[in-house]
C-alpha cells in the first residue's frame, strides 16, 4: 500500500491566487514527521516545511502553511498569493518513528504551474 | 559553501561500464542516503548510512555499492551498467533533530547509452 499519496499529478493556478496541494499518508506510529519539498526544473529539491505528528498547531513558513488534519492522516500544502516561481513539483515526504535517522518516503509528487 | 555536494553532475557511459558518484556533505550531519529518481519522478531510497554504517539497504541490484570512508562522505559505484539505471540519483544528508528535512545535492543525471 502506498504510504503517502498525492491525488493530483497537475495542478493549475492564477498568479496571485492560493492553492492547495492535497497529501493524506498512512502509518500506524505515533511518532512521525511530514515534508514538503519543491522541485523546480532546474533539479534540485529544496525544503520547504515540516510537521511534527505531536505538533498542535499547523506549520507555517512565509507563505507556505500545512493543514494538518491528524485523524484524516491528511497534510495538505498550502500557498497563499502564488508566483510565477512556484512553478514546480511538490512533492510530500514522511519520516516514521521518533528516529531522525529513519528514510523518508516520498509521495508521487503534484505538478503545479503557476499562469500569468 | 554547499551544503551537499555530489559530482559529476551529469554522467553519460556506455552499458557494462562501472562509474562512481561522489558526495560530501559539510553540515555534521551523522546520517546520509541515496536516492533514486526515476523518469516519473518519483523517488525511492536505496541506501542510508549513519556514521559509516549501513542501516538502510533497500532491494537494489548488487550491482550498486555504496562506499563510506567518513561521515562525511557517501560515494555510489555502480558496475556493469545498464539501459534501466538511467535516472537522477539524489544524494542527501540529515541532522541529530525529529524536524530536520533532509538537505539533498544537487542530483547526478546518469544516461546510460
Known amino acids: 500500500a502506498q504510504k503517502i499519496t498525492q491525488t493530483q499529478p497537475g495542478m493549475f493556478v492564477q498568479e496571485k491566487e492560493a492553492v492547495t496541494l492535497d497529501c493524506t499518508y498512512d502509518?500506524?506510529?505515533?511518532?512521525?514527521?511530514l515534508f514538503w519539498y519543491k522541485q523546480p526544473s532546474s533539479g534540485e529539491m529544496i525544503f520547504l516545511i515540516y510537521q511534527g505528528s505531536y505538533d498542535e498547531q499547523n506549520a507555517t513558513e512565509g507563505r507556505y502553511s500545512l493543514n494538518f488534519q491528524k485523524a484524516r492522516k491528511s497534510a495538505n500544502l498550502v500557498i497563499s498569493a502564488s508566483q510565477l516561481g512556484d512553478s514546480a513539483m511538490y512533492f510530500c515526504a514522511m519520516r516514521e518513528g521518533p528516529h531522525y535517522g529513519q528514510n523518508f518516503v516520498f509521495g508521487p509528487g503534484t505538478r503545479l504551474s503557476v499562469l500569468p | 559553501d554547499t551544503a551537499v555536494s555530489q559530482t559529476p553532475k551529469y554522467l553519460v557511459t556506455q552499458m557494462g561500464n562501472d562509474k562512481s558518484i561522489k558526495c560530501e556533505q559539510n553540515?555534521?550531519?551523522?546520517?546520509m542516503y541515496w536516492y533514486k529518481q526515476d523518469s516519473k519522478k518519483f523517488l525511492k531510497i536505496m541506501f542510508s548510512?549513519?556514521?559509516?554504517?549501513?542501516?538502510i539497504n533497500e532491494t537494489v541490484p548488487n550491482r550498486f555499492s555504496p562506499k563510506s570512508p567518513d561521515k562525511a562522505h557517501l560515494n555510489l559505484h555502480i558496475n556493469s551498467l545498464e539501459l534501466g539505471d538511467s535516472a537522477v540519483y539524489f544524494c542527501?544528508?540529515?541532522?541529530?533533530?525529529?524536524?530536520?528535512?533532509?538537505?539533498f545535492g544537487s542530483g547526478t543525471r546518469l544516461t546510460v547509452v
Open positions: 542527501a544528508s540529515s541532522g541529530d533533530r525529529a524536524n530536520y528535512g533532509y538537505t
Open positions: 502509518t500506524s506510529d505515533q511518532s512521525y514527521g
Open positions: 553540515l555534521g550531519h551523522d546520517t
Open positions: 548510512y549513519n556514521n559509516k554504517e549501513l542501516i
